[in-house]
């Protein structure tokens, strides 16, 4: 693990290269048809058809039948990455992996701020790789908008947490629009309710505007879905009919959970573990001595993935609180061992690039 003395730009640069290895590694797999289409797989593809091509103006369909498109994505990760491809001359599809893997970096400084806040700094700098090295992360190193939306989420729990109302009102407007998890962000600051009735003062007054920025940015998508498609369910219906998508209050779950307990293979018990990792480190955090907006947000993460329309593990990766009881146990017994230290990195980012091989090149299903 890293000395706490890692400053915040050589953390930045460590978890580049770290996904840029990660993104290596499936790449050097990767033999399908080409590079160009590994930037592409998946959601990914719809991502950069929203960069280059927008949103229709109506719901598609075809046969009575709603088509997939890009009014299942919401706005800003998309629009970040033309602007980004516009000013680089990028293509859009390196234009928005370049734009997650800056992100995901920047969003490893973010959460060790947020751990130094309640935790030593050796315990922040591990909680802070230790999410970058997660098998889940991944993710961060191709053109999906999670990296983005954990960097806003991370910020977001960041001026809560130093109480700056307005700084978290802007954040959580721009994480809705990210993400349509980021609404229940809503109930990050009311943490600073909480304590102001514990002093007995008047809450301070940017509270109201923290908790209605992210309804804010996820109803004002909503609207301007209906003034481009007519319909206030454009999304809604996208999701439940093209996507065969929609809330179910956690049933999706359990089963999805249930069929890789009772089928076992090598990459399902592996998945399995880090689902049951993360919620266990998830109740850690909760019955822990961490600050009211830790274990808001940390709710607000459960509540994303109880109400997840598709069994997808990734709806984890927000859960950066998780890392912190992780690499409270950890670093105490590598931190005073140099040859521990290098071993766990190398392991752990062996294990990282080996879930970006599977995830990225060897799965055929969505991450």
């Known amino acids: 693990m ?8 050589r953390l930045f640069l460590l978890a580049l290269a770290l996904h840029l290895v990660v993104l290596g590694a499936a790449a050097a797999a990767y ?17 950069v058809q929203a960069a280059t091509h927008g949103w229709p103006d109506a719901v598609p369909a075809a046969g009575g ?10 706005p800003l990760f998309p629009a970040a990455g033309r602007a980004v491809a516009e000013v680089t001359r990028l293509p859009p599809d390196v234009a928005l992996t370049t734009l997650s893997l800056v992100a995901g970096a920047l969003a ?23 999410w970058t090295l997660a098998p889940l992360a991944v993710i961060t190193a191709i053109a999906y908008s999670e990296a983005l939306y954990v960097l806003l989420a991370a910020g977001v729990l960041l001026a809560v947490l130093r109480e700056r109302w307005w700084a978290a009102a802007g954040l959580s407007l721009l994480a809705a629009l990210t993400r349509p998890t980021g609404v229940l962000l809503a109930i990050v600051p009311l943490a600073g309710l909480v304590t ?8 301070p007054a940017g509270v109201p505007a923290a908790v209605a920025g992210p309804v804010v940015g996820f109803a ?13 369910d454009a999304w809604q219906v996208t999701e439940r009919e093209a996507w065969h998508a929609q809330v179910d209050y956690g049933r999706t779950q359990v089963v999805f959970l249930a069929r890789l307990a009772l089928h076992p293979t090598p990459a399902s018990l592996a998945t399995l573990a880090v689902v049951v990792l993360y919620l266990g480190l998830s109740v850690a955090v909760l019955a822990g001595e961490a600050p009211a907006a830790v274990k808001l947000y940390t709710l607000a993460v459960v509540l994303s993935i109880g109400l997840a329309r598709k069994e997808i593990p990734r709806y984890l990766l927000p859960d950066f609180p998780a890392a912190v009881p992780l690499a409270a146990v950890l670093v105490p017994w590598i ?33």
Not at 2 to 9: G, I, K
Not at 65 to 74: C, E
Not at 220 to 232: I, K, N, P, Y
């Open 335 to 367: 931190g005073p061992r140099a040859v521990a230290r290098v071993a766990t990195v190398v392991l752990a980012l062996a294990a990282c690039a080996a879930a970006g091989v599977f995830v990225l090149v060897l799965n055929d299903e969505p991450p």
């Open 2 to 9: 890293p000395r706490s003395s890692l400053s915040d730009r």
């Open 65 to 74: 039948r709603i088509r997939q498109s890009t009014l299942a994505f919401f």
């Open 108 to 130: 490893a400084v973010v959460i060790r701020r947020v751990a130094l806040v309640y935790c030593p700094p050796a315990v922040a700098t591990g909680a802070a790789l230790a």
């Open 220 to 232: 004002g998508w909503l609207a301007v879905l209906r003034w481009r498609t007519g319909r206030w």
């Open 31 to 47: 033999r399908a048809e080409g590079h160009a289409h590994l930037l592409r797989r998946f959601d990914a593809r719809w991502y």
């Open 196 to 203: 102001a009735l514990r002093q007995r003062r008047r809450p």
